[in-house]
């Protein structure tokens, strides 16, 4: 890359980023220091004060030192404001390509050196062309950062639109699942068994899976972000509320705040109800938690930190409980819990909009996926022919 930064002014950038350290990934931030201008920085700052959510931040941020370092790479100068529609159209052709062709011609795609160079800096790791989602989030990512900056770009020409969609069909990759396989019911007994001990972190292992998977299945970030403010004791409930003689069941209410579908001004909660409540009071009783993050890291030897989960730790927890239950832990994520609350739901037959209320889905689409799924299996259509 030709940024030459001296190491006074790396770390003063790097200072700077720390006000970010709510948006940025930390172990990422030394490497942003580097690769954000000046200016990219003040942007950041400036979209933080005006409350957009965490997430989108981080990935914007991540976005943003990706672009820059691109653009160093292909054109030897800093990533230009605005951009013209070539470079975006390059951006395209680098990252979207055929891998026939590329076969059949190495200079087709991406060329070797900027290949090389965005793996040097652990930017790349794809083999092959990118995924269509990837390249249309960073395009998205560009134009937000760029409308920021007061200016206009040809994020919405035809000629990009039109590189866009022949470039996707060009490069026939397939859609990847955020979770190849969904933690279902079924599979988060077998998780639960991992972790039935009676260790601090299995109390508390046991309450992350039970809490994320029951409240609706909730986003990584949200169970890492967790506190205890955000939980409130409700009245118990019965166990069938169509019979008032049957077992009551302790009760709690969870406050979403500022989730990737909502603001922290809505005022959203999801109930938990019976198991998930008994295993939340008893890691929060057993760790002495009172207050601030729910659930939270523990050393090597059971100290617990005051320090939160974050939300790659939420993951690696759950492929750990996968890899000790005797499953594939490449097949889960942390986001299978979330496609394996709505399967659960739609097997037990609890109707869609009553699983959303839950999920705090907004598309309606993208949850009767899960359903559709669900019902097409239990359906004669695929069993014509057994």
């Not at 076969?103 to 794809?126: C, F, I, K, T, Y």
């Amino acid at each position: 890359m030709s940024i030459d930064l001296t190491a006074s002014q790396t770390e003063q950038r790097a200072e700077e980023l720390d006000a970010l350290d709510a948006i940025l990934p930390f172990d990422r931030r030394d490497q942003l220091a580097a690769l954000l201008t000046d200016e990219d920085v003040a942007t950041l700052k400036h979209l933080a004060s005006e409350g957009m959510g965490d997430n989108t931040l981080r990935a914007l941020a991540s976005d943003l030192g990706y672009l820059e370092a691109w653009c160093q790479l292909a054109t030897g100068t800093p990533l230009p404001w605005p951009a013209a529609e070539s470079l975006m159209l390059k951006f395209v052709a680098h990252h979207l390509w055929d891998p026939t062709k590329r076969a059949e011609d190495p200079s087709h795609g991406m060329p070797v050196e900027v290949e090389a160079g965005l793996r040097s800096q652990r930017l790349l790791r794809a083999n092959g062309p990118h995924a269509p989602e990837t390249v249309r989030r960073r395009l998205t990512s560009w134009s937000i950062l760029t409308r920021w900056r007061g200016l206009t770009g040809a994020f919405d020409g035809p000629s990009l639109k039109s590189a866009l969609r022949l470039a996707v069909r060009a490069s026939a990759r397939p859609r990847q699942r955020k979770s190849r396989e969904a933690v279902t019911g079924e599979i988060l007994a077998k998780l639960l068994q991992a972790c039935s001990g009676e260790s601090t972190v299995d109390l508390r292992d046991r309450a992350l899976l039970l809490t994320a998977f029951a409240s609706g299945g909730r986003r990584r970030s949200e169970v890492a972000t967790l506190r205890v403010e955000d939980l409130t004791d409700e009245g118990p409930v019965q166990a069938d509320p169509a019979d008032p003689g049957s077992a009551p069941l302790p009760c709690l209410s969870i406050r979403l705040g500022r989730t990737k579908t909502t603001t922290n001004d809505d005022d959203d909660q999801v109930f938990l109800i019976g198991r998930p409540v008994q295993a939340l009071k008893g890691w929060l009783e057993q760790a002495g938690i009172k207050n601030g993050p729910v659930f939270r890291r523990i050393d090597q030897w059971g100290n617990i930190d005051r320090r939160a989960l974050t939300p790659q730790s939420v993951n690696l927890i759950l492929k750990g409980r996968c890899r000790q239950a005797g499953l594939n832990p490449t097949l889960f994520s942390a986001h299978g819990l979330r496609s394996g609350y709505l399967t659960e739901a739609a097997n037990r037959g609890v109707p869609l909009p009553e699983a959303m209320q839950q999920s705090q889905h907004k598309s309606v689409t993208q949850a009767a996926r899960y359903y559709n799924n669900a019902e097409r299996k239990k359906g004669r259509a695929a069993r014509v022919f057994v």
